[in-house]
């Protein structure tokens, strides 16, 4: 007797890519890149992929943008590539929002700090200097 189905599904999350507005909860998060693989199974066993979804998905309600392959090696080389640049630091990895050219967009509040970290440092240096 030969036991066989289909149906089973592994997913695989590629963290936030993008800051957007859902239109379902109405917030606005950074959306995941995820990979969803549909399998035929031989004995409970998952032998062959049939069935693969890109997908964008919004953290808060689940909602999600059906995206093409090459959409999705796109936006998957753009987290590879912010993971891979060493010189940030993990703080400002995590309050980061990844742009779609690679870059970084930072809130207001966040530059105001840097900056005010930055004019107290060259002030610490000045009275070190006197």
């Known amino acids: 007797m030969i036991i066989f189905g289909w149906g089973f599904r592994t997913s695989k999350n590629y963290g936030p890519v993008r ?3 859902c239109n ?13 693989t549909s399998w035929f199974m ?15 998905m919004c953290p808060v309600c ?11 090696e796109e936006l998957k080389d753009i987290i590879e ?8 630091d993990a703080s400002a990895r995590m309050n980061s929002i990844v742009n779609g ?7 207001e509040t966040q ?13 610490r240096q000045r009275r070190s200097e006197e």
Not at 62 to 72: D, P, S, T
Not at 81 to 87: L, R, T
Not at 101 to 107: D, L, M, S, V
Not at 111 to 118: A, G, K, S, W
Request: net charge positive.
């Open 101 to 107: 050219a690679g870059g970084i967009i930072r809130t």
């Open 81 to 88: 590539n912010s993971q891979s640049n060493k010189s940030w």
């Open 19 to 21: 800051k957007i507005q």
């Open 42 to 56: 031989l004995f409970f066993i998952p032998v062959i992929p049939y069935k693969t979804r890109y997908l964008l």
């Open 62 to 72: 689940k909602n999600y943008l059906m995206l093409q392959k090459e959409e999705f």
């Open 24 to 36: 379902n909860c109405n917030n606005e998060s950074s959306w995941h890149l995820q990979k969803i």
């Open 111 to 123: 530059l105001n700090f840097i900056r005010d970290v930055q004019e107290f440092e060259r002030e």
